[in-house]
């Protein structure tokens, strides 16, 4: 928080509404799903003191991309989430969440998600005039989006993956956080993510979104992972989930996560920065990935790379390689974990112990 003890300010996105339905599936709809997720997760976040919550549609309206971004920008929030839902032709069988951040990528699945999302840009009148003649069919579009903010970025991946470890641990059926070019997201100058709350051409999934239990089950494990993002980027403390969130969904909770307690999954493979020990007090480390239970410190364990630590942030385990005060070597780290198959890894910096930016660390 600054120096004003200004409040955190989350933007709420129900994703489609009005005259764009979304994925529609087995009578699912997913504008409906999305407002309904997103109201509870309004009213379970709209019980901490110190949050403002701000809603880009509370109703069943139809809100243009560009605008939601406007709303979120003129609050000037601390974070922007975006709820959706997925759902593809021909393969009930496909199921779980998904949580994006923006960026640049040429895998076809991710480009698939984003083009389907982005779509509705076709229902609004000049569209190729306002968003920079994007072609909701051309995936060169998606691909020439890019990231405009690396901080933003690093920010929303620490988001992105507390969110999908509380999936997981629920429901055990993460897909991952991955990258995608979503209009929704580009103009947005904060940590945003867009979560996919998982599949309504699955019968048996799109039953659990549409009912009250599995959209009270939903919006608290994000509720959980703002809060834990918020006590660990702006300070403060995070109120037990179990005082404010609805009682069914914090018992179920409570039980599947000490069934789960010796489950391991690796969320998202990533780079930080950090440093060793220098005159600056700056260190720089490659965050290669972060997993919800604690994993031995063996090169087996992680594509052979070896100085590998580990530090625990709320109810993650974050994996480091290499430490050094200098960027060039910090830079020459990232290149050799990318080629070792983490292809997410980045450097985030530290100072004396406490997390800056890459950019205050180098001025």
Known sequence: MDAHNKKFKVVLDAGHGGKDNGAS??????????????????KILEKVDDIDVVYTRKTDVFVELNDRATIAN???????????CNGVKNAPSA?????????????????EVARKENEVVTLEKDYKVKYDGYDPKSPQSVIGMSVQ??????NSIE??????NNFNKVRKNSRGVKQAGFLVLRDIYMPRVLVELGFLSNKAEGTFLNSEAGQNEMATQIAKAILDYKKEYFGGSAPDIKSIAPAAATSEVIKTTAKDSSHTTTVVNKAVSSTSNSNSGVE?????????TRLALKKQNFKGLEDVTMEES???????????SDYNQAKAA??????????????????NGKKISVTEALK
């Open 284 to 292: 720089f480390k490659i965050q290669i990935s972060a997993s919800g």
């Open 334 to 351: 990232l290149k050799e974990a990318k080629d070792k198959g983490f292809s997410s890894a980045y450097i985030v910096a530290s100072k």
């Open 314 to 324: 709320g109810t993650l385990y974050k994996y480091f390689y290499g430490t050094t």
């Open 25 to 42: 599936y087995n009578s699912f709809i997913e504008k409906n799903i999305a407002l309904s997720t997103t109201l509870k997760l309004g």
């Open 149 to 154: 903010q690396e901080d933003n970025l690093i």
């Open 159 to 164: 988001l992105a993956a507390l969110i999908e």
């Open 95 to 111: 199921a779980g969440t998904e949580t994006f951040v923006m960026g640049v990528t040429k895998n076809a699945s991710n480009l």
């Open 74 to 84: 003129k609050a000037h929030a601390d974070l922007f989430m975006s709820i959706h």
